[in-house]
């Protein structure tokens, strides 16, 4: 069983950056795809970025391309997701979760294990 740990967000202004890390614990996350998802209140859970096994591929959403880069480091059994020039709309809660099916990086059920999610909000 993989667990799964967000840090690294946190209250900042439009235009700063933030990076948010995801740790593993309980098994090596060098098996499965990571994604990042993000929910605000009010509203559903939507796709942000993935990352391969391997690190070879990246995938992120349209509104994200150009601004957020996510990454691994399977030594040290993390992920992280650089976010920069955030927006207002980037405000809630994120989410970092793995899976082993690259083809379904987009929808919640390609992923197996889930973190608690950290918090990031931006004031405009």
């Known amino acids: 069983q993989v667990q799964l740990v967000e840090s690294g967000g946190g209250l900042v202004q439009a235009g700063d950056s933030l990076r948010l890390s995801c740790a593993a614990s309980?098994?090596?996350?060098?098996?499965?795809?990571i994604g990042w998802f993000r929910q605000a209140p009010g509203k559903e859970r939507d796709f942000v970025a993935a990352?391969?096994?391997?690190?070879?591929?990246?995938d992120y959403a349209d509104s994200m391309k150009g601004r957020f880069t996510i990454s691994r480091d399977n030594a040290k059994n993390t992920v992280s997701l650089q976010m920069n020039s955030l927006k207002p709309e980037d405000t809630a809660v994120y989410y970092c979760?793995?899976?082993?099916?690259?083809?379904?990086?987009?929808?919640?059920?390609?992923?197996?294990?889930w973190g608690q999610g950290t918090q990031v909000t931006v004031s405009s």
């Open positions: 979760a793995a899976g082993q099916t690259w083809r379904r990086r987009y929808y919640i059920s390609g992923y197996e294990y």
């Open positions: 990352i391969i096994w391997s690190g070879d591929s990246t």
């Open positions: 309980g098994g090596t996350l060098s098996r499965y795809s």
